[in-house]
């Protein structure tokens, strides 16, 4: 397949515990983006990735949240000592190139936390 | 710091009529992209139609089309002969430096 894919699609847990999210974006594209989306609202953005690097992680809401992309490719969003408040869907993004390129979106991850 | 508006939290339309969806967005630059996606029940988001801020000729794709006013910082989505499988949240999206800057969302409801 061609698209960005993510895992896995349903993720339950218990409060406590951490959990890893799973991105894999389309082949050669540079940037790769991570988001929230609650139920029923718009999209927050958590951090974003050129290549290896990340030079905005602005978006994490906090220290528990933390994101790696390895090889310029896949990348993990990981969420530690998970909360009921970390309940959303977790949507992944790639672009070929940055400065507001087209972003082409992931299935996401719904994570539960119960 | 630029911002995204969608006015409209809920819009329906009979099908195979016209609805108009809004979006106003802030912003100092003078060349950026716009974009309007959609988000169906499946949750993939999906882009619906591009336009950059540089051409003054309004984008189409197929019965969607724009109405982008740069002056007055605008961008509406037009969708004509609505179709019950255009129901979703649409979501209007300005490009800056590095990331998109999204608007909090329609939801779009077709009238069979």
């Known amino acids: 397949g061609a698209g960005v894919s993510q895992s896995p699609s349903n993720k339950v847990t218990e409060k406590g515990k951490d959990v890893e999210l799973r991105c894999d974006p389309i082949s050669g594209h540079t940037a790769l983006y991570w988001y929230r989306q609650s139920l029923g609202q718009g999209l927050e953005f958590l951090i974003y990735f050129q290549g290896n690097s990340a030079p905005d992680k602005s978006g994490l809401p906090s220290d528990r949240f933390s994101a790696e992309r390895t090889g310029g490719s896949v990348s993990t969003l990981t969420i530690q000592r998970t909360q009921q408040e970390d309940s959303a869907v977790y949507l992944c993004a790639s672009s070929l190139i940055t400065g507001g390129d087209e972003q082409f979106f992931g299935p996401g991850t719904r994570l539960t936390v119960l | 710091a630029q911002t995204v508006t969608q006015s409209q939290p809920e819009m329906s339309v009979q099908e195979a009529e016209t609805v108009t969806l809004s979006c106003t967005y802030d912003?100092?630059?003078?060349?950026?992209?716009l974009f309007w996606y959609k988000q169906p029940p499946s949750r993939q988001m999906i882009l619906v139609i591009r336009?950059?801020?540089?051409k003054q000729q309004n984008a189409t794709e197929n019965r969607f089309s724009v109405n982008f006013q740069k002056a007055a910082k605008s961008f509406s989505l037009k969708i004509s002969d609505s179709q019950l499988g255009d129901a979703a949240m649409y979501f209007c999206?300005?490009?800056?430096?590095?990331?998109?800057?999204w608007g909090a969302g329609t939801k779009l409801i077709i009238k069979p």
């Open positions: 336009q950059e801020a540089y």
């Open positions: 999206a300005y490009g800056g430096n590095y990331q998109l800057i």
């Open positions: 912003t100092s630059e003078s060349d950026y992209y």
